[in-house]
């Protein structure tokens, strides 16, 4: 699968806004950004990219247990990420780590999950509402459906304010889209009339698997059968995603009810470091994604407007900095104590915990010299 | 004092009231727990007290139910489903197992998820395959979750108001066989911990330790046993998981025998975690092996079998005779 006669296109491949009939209700929101957010979308997408060849790089020099990239869907992950509002809830999958910089996650956190320090563990109200990735595949649609459910049952939507009324988004992959969770939560959210987005990212590969073996369908029809409207973009274009977002989510807090949108982009690298793509995709394919490239035609778009060498070269130095600084920071890191795995099992005290705890410190300490 | 003389599913059906009275976070999910009162009843009336934003009637699909409760306990609600039957629990055991019970842990503490999970469950009501089940241990076998049963319809007025108050995920099973039985709830009294294992007879000679359903089966044979000559002492369990072992350690300090009894296969369950922890904490004491009294290790089986597959007061005394005989 590849772009369709139904996919809606901003920015061209050239750089250059798409005018049209198709493209009019979702102009606007592009026409209300100012020089300076246009800037931010490139660089962030920039940044993360060397963030992530730099993390797969960590991986491969074995200080990483795996990576996750994201490279080649940073506009998809940019734009409907700017165009989530404060007060809104993100729930993603496994892969958006620019929407967690975005909204305040320091990268070393996801890091520190996949050098085998943590689970993720980051607070989401401390983190602008951005929740903890999910492993298992569609799980986190059920769990954004309920939050919305909630949102809903607190009168915190709806009210006519788009600056207090909540939404919800939620990320998932197109392999996700087979799991039973995920086609749940759909029906859950179309019973309720939740105020939130299904975002779904098609990056075509559900690890060797393609999506046509999947869906025999296009995948933004499938909603359709659980009367959620949806739409499909170009997701390599960050103004399409950025705006198309944004009039999902407006239309969900607004009392419309819930949402679905399919970005189709593409898993430029492995599904993780622990895969080899080599084995089952043809190269064509990859040629057709690299001329979509969202970075490439973000700065032809930003030149095209007088955007000069100057700042692609800071941006640049921002991304390396970055990279630097992590790289830095991954070396540095410890391991943490034993405690950890007991501390927070249940959240009140619990005697299996603490008689399993006691035991491993005296074991422990029956070592000359006392725990390790 | 104010004492009713209440059925558990009536008993259930109150405590559910009351926690819906004193929390505006309380909320019930479930299929067709709002007008209809679930298929038990143990929510009529509730639907029509207190509307369909607190007593949901959800789309029939148990991973949604369990999945969604576990996104509006992220939006500080207080979920308690309804699974309708113990076989049909295994739809949600993803969302139970991978989500619910990992979360708190997986955010290090900043979220609980209070988290109700109701499953009628056991056998004794002559029903279809997947109706009669006791999956309890596959839920006690996953850290991150509490599993309680009641016994009694005093005790289910308030273990349920309990696990409500929990911020850990609970599984309370409620039996069915007990759900028509009447007994004294003491609607007044100040409640107990969820956690507390209750000698529910006291003897001298074997003890007998079960939940749920077997705790009735159990007082029977000791009836008998007494009868016949056999000081048994009898432990309601009420938690599965955790275990209060300190009220069972003293009883079989005392007695020096122990039988465990329990609807669901004998293969790593409930009974044999007991087993294995009386046997290294209470060695000394012991006059004879700890035994199990068990479902078999089958499926379970249609109806018309199952009396004979379902522990009974005979099978139970069966193992209090051979204690007595080492």
């Known amino acids: 699968m590849s772009y369709t006669a139904a996919t809606v296109q901003l920015l061209s491949t050239e750089g250059t806004l798409v005018t049209s009939d198709a493209t009019a209700e979702y102009l606007p929101y592009i026409e209300k950004l100012t020089d300076d957010q246009l ?38 992950q940019v734009g409907s990420g700017y165009a989530a509002k404060p007060q809104d ?47 298992v595949l569609g799980s986190q649609t059920l769990h954004a459906t309920g939050y919305a459910m909630g949102v809903l049952f607190d009168g915190a939507t709806g009210t006519g304010n788009p600056d207090t009324d909540e939404a919800v988004i939620v990320y998932f992959g197109d392999g996700a889209t087979s799991q039973g969770d995920a086609n749940e939560a759909l029906v859950f959210a179309a019973s309720y009339q939740t105020p939130q987005v299904f975002f779904l990212q098609n990056n075509h590969w559900a690890i060797s698997v393609p999506v046509t073996r999947q ?33 999902n989510l407006d239309a969900a807090r607004s009392g419309g009810g819930p949402r679905f949108i399919e970005a189709l982009t593409y898993r430029m690298g492995a599904h993780t470091t622990s895969d080899d793509p ?95 | 004092m104010s004492v009713e003389n209440l059925s558990m599913a009536k008993a259930l059906n109150q405590g559910l009231r009351q926690a819906m009275l004193d929390d505006p976070k309380v909320l019930l999910m479930g299929e067709d727990i709002g007008p209809l009162g679930g298929v038990f009843r143990v929510t009529e009336g509730l639907h029509a007290e207190f509307g369909s934003t607190r007593v949901l009637d959800t789309p029939l699909a148990e991973s949604g139910i369990v999945g969604t409760a576990i996104g509006l306990a992220m939006r500080g609600y207080r979920p308690v489903c309804e699974i309708q039957f113990d076989g049909f629990i295994f739809p949600a055991f993803d969302q139970i197992t991978t989500q619910l ?24 009501i002559g029903a279809v395959e997947h109706h009669q089940e006791s999956p309890e241990a596959y839920f006690a076998h996953t850290p991150g979750l509490r599993v309680v049963s009641p016994s009694n319809a005093h005790d289910g007025y308030w273990m349920i108001q309990e696990a409500i108050k929990s911020n850990d ?14 007994g004294d709830v003491d609607t007044s009294a100040s409640g107990f911990p969820l956690h507390a294992t209750r000698v529910v007879r006291e003897g001298t000679e074997v003890t007998l330790v079960g939940y749920g359903p077997m705790v009735a089966m159990l007082l029977q044979a000791a009836e008998i046993a007494a009868a016949e000559g056999t000081s048994v002492e ?45 046997t290294e904490r209470c060695f000394y004491s012991l006059e004879a092996p700890v035994l199990r009294v068990a479902g078999f290790d089958t499926p379970f089986p249609p109806a018309k079998l199952e009396t004979v597959y379902l522990p009974d007061a005979d099978r139970i005394l069966e193992a209090v005779d051979r204690a007595m005989a080492y």
């Open chain 1, 39 to 76: 800037r931010d979308f490139h660089r962030q997408m920039v940044v993360i990219r060397k963030f992530d060849i730099d993390a797969a790089n960590l991986q491969r020099q074995g200080q990483l247990a795996m990576w996750i990239p994201s490279l080649g869907q940073e506009a998809a």
């Open chain 1, 215 to 247: 869906s025999r369908t296009p995948l933004y029809l499938r909603p359709g059968g659980f009367g959620i409207p949806g739409v499909q973009i170009d997701g390599n274009d960050v103004l399409a995603s950025y705006a198309v977002t944004s009039a």
């Open chain 2, 169 to 182: 995920p609970v599984i309370f099973f409620e039996p069915k066989s007990r759900y028509w039985p009447k």
């Open chain 2, 234 to 278: 009898v432990i309601d369990l009420r938690s599965i998981s955790p275990i209060d072992y300190e009220p069972i350690i003293a009883s079989v300090q005392k007695t020096g025998r122990l039988v465990v009894a329990q609807e669901a296969p004998g293969f790593v369950s409930v009974g044999s975690e007991i087993a294995a922890t009386v």
């Open chain 2, 101 to 124: 019970a990992k979360l708190t842990s997986r955010h290090e503490g900043s979220l609980t998820m209070p988290v109700v999970i109701r499953v009628p469950f056991g056998g004794h």
């Open chain 1, 89 to 135: 809830h993100i729930f993603p999958s496994y892969r958006e780590h620019v929407i967690a910089r975005i909204r305040g996650v320091d990268l070393m956190r996801i890091i520190e999950m996949l050098r085998g320090l943590s689970h993720g563990g980051w607070d989401p109200k401390e983190h602008n509402n951005f929740h903890l990735y999910t492993l």
């Open chain 1, 278 to 372: 080599t084995k089952y995709r043809d190269i064509e394919e990859l040629e057709f994604w690299t001329k979509a490239d969202p970075i490439t035609r973000m700065e032809k778009f930003l030149r095209a407007r007088g955007e000069g060498d100057a700042f692609f070269a800071e941006i640049e130095v921002e991304a390396n900095d970055l990279a630097a600084d992590i790289r830095h920071r991954t070396l540095a890191l410890g391991v943490p104590d034993a405690e950890k795995m007991f501390n927070h099992v249940y959240s009140e005290p619990h005697p299996l915990m603490d008689a399993e705890q006691a035991w491993l410190e005296n074991y422990e300490q029956s070592f000359e010299g006392g725990a390790a």
